[in-house]
Nanobody
Framework: QVQLVESGGGLVQAGDSLRLSCATTSRTSYTDTMGWFRQAPGKEREFVAAIRWTDGNIYYADAVKGRFLISGDNAKNTVGLQMNSLKPEDTAVYYC?????????????????WGQGTQVTVSS
């Protein structure tokens, strides 16, 4: 069983930066990939970024490419999401997720474990 706990959300202004962190309660060797998703009110949960432990590959959604940076520390069992140049449309609850087999990484069905989420609000 993998438990994930997000932190770092908050209220910022457009153009500001924010860093989210995700701590896992089990060794990341049990998971192939860690990812971040977000869900805005009235919308479906959408992929943001992912990092694969096995080969170091990183993936981003087009909407955040060039602004967000995902990083991970396998030894510390943590994953971070540095969000720069934030826009009001980035407002959402952000979720950390873990994938055991590392497939379908841009879809929610590709992940086996989820955190409770942390709210990010970007004002204009």
């Amino acid at each position: 069983q993998v438990q994930l706990v997000e932190s770092g959300g908050g209220l910022v202004q457009a153009g500001d930066s924010l860093r989210l962190s995700c701590a896992t309660t089990s060794r990341t060797s049990y998971t192939d990939t860690m990812g971040w998703f977000r869900q805005a009110p009235g919308k479906e949960r959408e992929f943001v970024a992912a990092i694969r432990w096995t080969d170091g590959n990183i993936y981003y959604a087009d909407a955040v490419k060039g602004r967000f940076l995902i990083s991970g520390d396998n030894a510390k069992n943590t994953v971070g999401l540095q969000m720069n140049s934030l826009k009001p449309e980035d407002t959402a609850v952000y979720y950390c997720a873990a994938s055991v087999v590392g497939r379908m990484l841009s879809t929610t069905s590709g992940y086996d474990y989820w955190g409770q989420g942390t709210q990010v609000t970007v004002s204009s």
